[in-house]
Each structure stands twice: as structure tokens, then as C-alpha cells.
T-cell receptor, first 116, second 112 residues
Framework: GAVVSQHPSRVICKSGTSVKIECRSL??????MFWYRQFPKQSLMLMAT?????????EQGVEKDKFLINHASLTLSTLTVTSAHPEDSSFYIC????????????FGNGTRLTVT | DQQVKQNSPSLSVQEGRISILNCDYT??????FLWYKKYPAEGPTFLIS?????DKNEDGRFTVFLNKSAKHLSLHIVPSQPGDSAVYFC???????????FGKGTRLSVIA
């Protein structure tokens, strides 16, 4: 079946540094990928929709200058958390659909970011 | 304002019995509903879905029921197995490329 690979699975960084998270669709082309964030005991909150070859669409309240999204190819989207702060510590998950839209989404295994 | 609500944060069921996970939604534009299962430190995996033109969809031990008038859906797992222990997320979409909206999840524990 369709597989989405996310890397790294876990990262610890110092406050003020930047962290890049990669999301790859391994056996299908994804024109659209989604980035979610999950706080403990909370639902998956959509951060942004990443469109191949164009700018990402950010949800309200998500700082586009802080969470840089690049979707340079049909199989790769990256999320860069710039100038990370402890409050950015969270679980970040990417997803993609093999047939476009939401039906259904395949998720990466997520990245646990801890900012010290 | 939560558009998708899973009011039970946890559920405990004995092996072999039926597990019923509930989900309510408020947005009448939602026309596609999905259930995802999530183990710790992993991303959610798709389980089953239903479109608004149906009121039931069955796949093996998993059945999803949709009551549009009540804006309510439920996931039935029968018989429940210990391997079903996970967090289950309900998600809804208004169609097309509109983003999925997730509930907070229900942690299911199936006790042997």
C-alpha cells in the first residue's frame, strides 16, 4: 500500500536553532501534502497544506515565517521550524493522499520535536 | 469551536466484546467521514470511511454507522481484540480538497 515516510522521528534542538522535517511519499506522487501538529491529549491540528510547485496554504494562527514549508517535488515536502522555542515542542505529522484530496490520507510516523 | 467531537477520551472493553466509539460533528457541510487508528509514536493509519450518501459501511470486524440527522457517527469493532488497543480518531471533510478536521481521539483498551 501507499507509504509516507517522515524523517527524523525524534529531534532535540536548542532554542533559537532551526529544524527541518522531511516528508516523502514512497510509492505514489502527492501533489498535495498536509502538515499537522498534535499536542498531548489533543486532536491533530492542521497547520498547512503543501502544494507541489506553489506556496503552502497556512491555517489561521500558524506563522508562515516560522514554519517554512517547501514542496519541491511530487514526492517530497519539508517543514522547517525556524528559530525554535520551547513552546514549539510538539509532535509534527505529515500526510498525503495517493489520489488527491483527502480520500484517504496516509500519514508519516511523525516527528517528536523537543526544544530545550 | 470544535467541529468534530469525541466526548469519550477513553474506553475499556473486554476481549471478544463489542467496542463502540462515538463521534459527533457540527458542520452540516461535512460529507465524508473517516476513522484512523494510532499507536504510540506512530502516525495514524486509515481504518474505514463512509460518505454521507450511506448510513453504514462494513469492513471485516469494523463497521461505521452514520446518522446524518443527529450528526453522529460511530465505529463498532466486534469482536474486540487486544491488538485493537490504540487511540482512534474520527475525522470529517467537506469534500474536494478541503482539509480533514479531527476529533481529539478516544483511547481504546481491550483487556484480555
Amino acid at each position: 500500500g501507499a507509504v509516507v515516510s517522515q524523517h527524523p522521528s525524534r529531534v532535540i534542538c536548542k532554542s533559537g536553532t532551526s529544524v527541518k522535517i522531511e516528508c516523502r511519499s514512497l510509492d505514489f506522487q502527492a501533489t498535495t501534502m498536509f502538515w499537522y501538529r498534535q499536542f498531548p491529549k489533543q486532536s491533530l491540528m492542521l497547520m498547512a497544506t503543501s502544494n507541489e510547485g506553489s506556496k503552502a496554504t497556512y491555517e489561521q494562527g500558524v506563522e508562515k515565517d516560522k514554519f517554512l514549508i517547501n514542496h519541491a517535488s511530487l514526492t517530497l515536502s519539508t517543514l522547517t521550524v525556524t528559530s525554535a522555542h520551547p513552546e514549539d515542542s510538539s509532535f509534527y505529522i505529515c500526510s498525503a493522499s495517493s489520489n488527491g484530496g483527502n480520500s484517504p490520507l496516509h500519514f508519516g510516523n511523525g516527528t517528536r520535536l523537543t526544544v530545550t | 469551536d470544535q467541529q468534530v467531537k469525541q466526548n469519550s477520551p477513553s474506553l475499556s472493553v473486554q476481549e471478544g466484546r463489542i467496542s463502540i466509539l462515538n463521534c459527533d460533528y457540527t458542520n452540516s457541510m461535512f460529507d465524508y467521514f473517516l476513522w484512523y487508528k494510532k499507536y504510540p509514536a506512530e502516525g495514524p493509519t486509515f481504518l474505514i470511511s463512509i460518505s454521507s450518501i450511506k448510513d453504514k459501511n462494513e469492513d471485516g470486524r469494523f463497521t461505521v454507522f452514520l446518522n446524518k440527522s443527529a450528526k453522529h457517527l460511530s465505529l463498532h469493532i466486534v469482536p474486540s481484540q487486544p491488538g485493537d488497543s490504540a487511540v482512534y480518531f474520527c475525522a470529517a471533510s467537506a469534500g474536494g480538497n478541503t482539509p480533514l478536521v479531527f476529533g481529539k481521539g478516544t483511547r481504546l483498551s481491550v483487556i484480555a
